[in-house]
């Protein structure tokens, strides 16, 4: 019996794959016809195809279907296959795949799986048998397209339009820079219509299948190289040009035949800094954004997280160093030997061979100059508000640019905003275990991509779907594993409390377990204390990731860590009921050093009964630039001063039995590089030891200040 598999992204079917027996074949939309193909061999050239859709290798769940089905049969809690795949059951009704980054989701009944469901950033792939789509989330795009295709018959909300070939244009800047702009339009649409934008320093030729679904939906698709990127001409600065450039590329827009004046923007990470750069210039023609995990300005995110140098962000720095990218360059077999390299300008020359110009321009703009200011987007913000919608995740490493954009948006009138913010890193809604930690059955969405569709269809196409009537924001809980809603951020319902740092047990001889048994309390104390560490440059503390992955928030057990003696630690009694903390933490540390600068990198973790120790949040600031990132004003040997540091957000439930702890170091390889602890900073070549001493207690109120549900 030959069985239909109908495979769709973002509600659009792209592909049918028959099943007979040992034999499958294939046919597959033509998107610059929108006729379907010969069917022919499900060859791995076909499987490529769906894995630039979808990211996953639809090949291998045939193959491994019928052990899956033979586990599913036996009705167990979880399963892990002969090649090592693990799946846990949920409510009856699925399998979800663990510990895989695009995991893929089996949706079963008595006969067997009829549907796989694949979440990404925001895009979600439904691989489904023919007849059985309206068991899915497909069921929903029909309220967003209640039509069905005429030129289609299978299951398929519409209308779906062919896309055009593209054209390539050059976008002349103000400056007289020529921007190499492609454009893909909708064939067969008579009347004007809106664009949406995506300016990428990756290559404009390279992933354009996942913005098909805008084409094909409508919209012409407007895919351009940023500025010194590919086919663009000028000098590649990152972030430098692009409100400008950003501005001169939507009036071009806008000016073109076939544009009705509107324009909406998408992309993450770089290509959601863009969106914010774009609006920034305060241009009419931008109506709406699809911002994801977007990228924030130099001292608050990247390159110069609280006025540190981000070392984690090299990978990504190497990848770039060329006018095209190469991912490759980002795997380093010895990233711990190129990361003690000083001057910091020479670590390129050693690990690639050459100089990067851009980045011996950010050393050399050292504090916040016009330099730096001119990439703010956020500061340099003018006009109205930008209709955005916004995702990202509490362990997304550029989540101190969303951190900036909902501070801006906040004051926006209701309707023009929205976020979505998840248990996601930065690679977004793709994992239910982050480093293996647990973020619950319930952690990624499928409807991500319905969001975005219903924004543009609202606010380009006047839709009334009622999409600006929904929460202004969609957040998760970690502890409890539910999403929750709420119309601000942090949310209406938290109030604001602290927990102050006082002094605990004094530990026995070698016993590092509390890391000096500090405490945390909601009494603050009138007796005053202190906690003293010495942090050596040549032996930092480490910030557990992976280099190569590019991920530097990710969620990791530091209890080991945690045991260095350069790491206090503060931590409150067990929790004799749960404590939902929700929004950025900030924390105040009142300190002490017998030199002229050093670092604080603060923690923010969830102990469990055993003694687990799992960072949820955290923070680092340039003592330095305590008062402000323009001028360093240097410590003095015993002066105290307060060092306020603002935490990445986060939403958790701490757990009866568990423990809230605070974390206090001067150091995170991996993450930023070293201060020297002289006037120098990260980039010197002579280093001394620090004593540090963090004060509590009396006039030192040293504490953590958050919001709690």
Same mark, same amino acid.
């Given at each position: 019996?030959?069985?239909? $598999? ?15 027996? +040992? ?23 076909? #499987? ?68 796989? =469901? ?14 059985? +789509?309206?068991?899915?989330? =497909? ?24 896309? #055009?070939? &593209? ?17 893909? =339009? &909708? %064939? ?8 949406? %934008? ?44 692009? @409100? ?12 073109? %035949?076939?544009? !009705? ?12 800094? @863009? ?10 023609? /931008? ?56 001057? /910091? ?74 976020? @979505? ?29 319905? %969001?975005?569709?219903? $924004?543009?269809?609202?606010? /380009? ?12 924001? +969609? ?63 040549? *032996? ?11 991920? =530097? +928030? ?24 749960? @404590? ?25 973790? !969830? ?67 070293? *201060? ?6 990260? !980039? ?26």
């Amino acid at each position: 019996m030959k069985t239909q $598999w109908n495979f769709y992204l973002s509600g659009i079917l792209y592909g049918k794959i028959y099943e007979e027996q +040992e034999t499958k074949t294939v046919s597959l939309l033509d998107v610059y016809t929108g006729k379907w193909g010969q069917e022919k061999p499900f060859t791995q050239e076909e #499987s490529l195809f769906f894995q630039k859709l979808c990211s996953r290798d639809l090949r291998e769940f045939f193959e491994e279907k019928s052990e899956y089905e033979e586990n599913i049969r036996k009705a167990p809690a979880g399963f892990v296959t002969g090649k090592g795949e693990a799946f846990t059951f949920r409510r009856g009704e699925s399998y979800f795949q663990r510990h895989r980054k695009f995991p893929k989701d089996l949706f079963f009944d008595r006969e067997g799986i009829y549907a796989v =469901l694949m979440s990404a950033r925001d895009t979600v792939g439904v691989l489904v048998k023919k007849g059985w +789509e309206e068991k899915t989330v =497909l069921r929903e795009w029909k309220k967003v397209y209640p039509r069905q295709n005429p030129e289609c018959d299978e299951f398929q909300p519409g209308p779906v339009w062919p896309v #055009s070939q &593209p054209k390539t244009f050059y976008v002349t800047t103000r400056d007289g820079e020529r921007l190499a702009t492609d454009v893909y =339009l &909708p %064939l067969g649409i008579q009347e004007k219509c809106p664009a949406v %934008l995506v300016r990428t320093p990756y290559g404009k030729s390279k992933g354009t299948e996942v913005y098909w679904r805008f084409v094909q939906r409508g919209y012409a698709l407007v895919i351009q190289d940023t500025r010194g990127r590919e086919d663009s001409t000028g000098e590649w600065l990152p972030q430098h040009f692009e @409100v400008e450039d950003g501005d001169d590329t939507l009036n071009w827009i806008a000016a073109q %035949l076939w544009s !009705d004046g509107q324009v909406s923007m998408t992309g993450g990470s770089y290509l959601g800094y @863009v969106q914010w750069a774009a609006a920034a210039s305060g241009n009419p023609h /931008l109506k709406a954004m699809l911002s994801s995990v977007c990228a924030g300005s130099a001292f608050v995110d990247i390159p110069r997280r609280g006025g540190c140098f981000n070392s984690g962000m090299l990978a990504w720095g190497f990848a770039m160093s060329e006018r095209q990218m190469r991912p490759e360059l980002m795997a380093q077999e010895n990233w711990d030997e190129i990361l003690k390299t000083r001057p /910091l300008k020479d670590i390129p020359k050693i690990a690639l061979g050459h100089e990067v110009d851009f980045l011996t321009k950010w050393l050399e703009h050292r504090d916040m100059d016009q330099f730096w200011k001119k990439n703010n987007w956020k500061a340099r913000y003018q006009g109205n508000p930008v209709p955005a919608l916004i995702l990202s995740g509490w362990f997304d490493d550029n989540g101190m640019g969303t951190t900036e954009a909902l501070e801006l948006v906040k004051t926006w009138p209701k309707g023009t905003w929205k976020a @979505v913010l998840g248990p996601w890193k930065h690679s977004g809604n793709a994992d239910y275990d982050i480093h293996n930690i647990y973020m619950g059955e319930d952690a990624l969405r499928y409807d991500v991509d319905m %969001l975005c569709m219903m $924004w543009l269809e609202h606010f /380009l196409k006047g839709a009334e779907n009622g999409i600006e009537k929904t929460p202004a924001v +969609e957040y998760y809980t970690l502890g409890e594993d539910c999403w929750k809603s709420a119309e601000n951020w942090p949310p209406e319902n938290t109030v604001s409390e602290k927990l102050y740092l006082a002094g605990g047990q004094a530990p026995a001889k070698g016993d590092r377990e509390s890391c000096g048994k500090g405490r945390l309390t909601a009494a603050f104390g009138e007796k005053k204390g202190a906690e003293e560490y010495t942090y050596d440059p040549e *032996n930092p503390a480490v910030h557990l990731v992976d280099m190569s992955e590019n991920e =530097l +928030e990710v969620p990791e057990d530091y209890t080991k860590e945690e045991k260095r003696e350069d790491i206090l630690s503060f931590t409150t009694e067990k929790l004799s009921s749960p @404590v939902t903390i929700t929004g950025e933490l900030s924390v105040l540390l009142y300190a002490s050093c017998d030199c002229p600068d050093t670092d604080f990198f603060v923690r923010i973790t !969830d102990v469990d009964e055993q003694g687990k120790s799992v960072k949820l949040a955290d923070g680092v600031l340039g003592a330095k630039y305590r008062n402000g990132f323009e001028h360093p004003q240097y410590m003095e040997e015993g002066k105290v001063y307060p060092i306020r540091i603002r935490t990445t957000k986060i939403s958790n439930t701490f757990q009866e039995g568990h423990r809230i702890r605070l974390t206090i170091t001067s150091s995170g390889e991996n993450f930023i590089f070293p *201060n020297s602890n002289t006037e120098e900073g990260f !980039d010197s070549d002579k280093v001394q030891k620090a004593k540090i001493k963090i004060h509590w207690g009396g006039d030192t109120l040293s504490r953590i200040e958050f919001f709690r549900e």
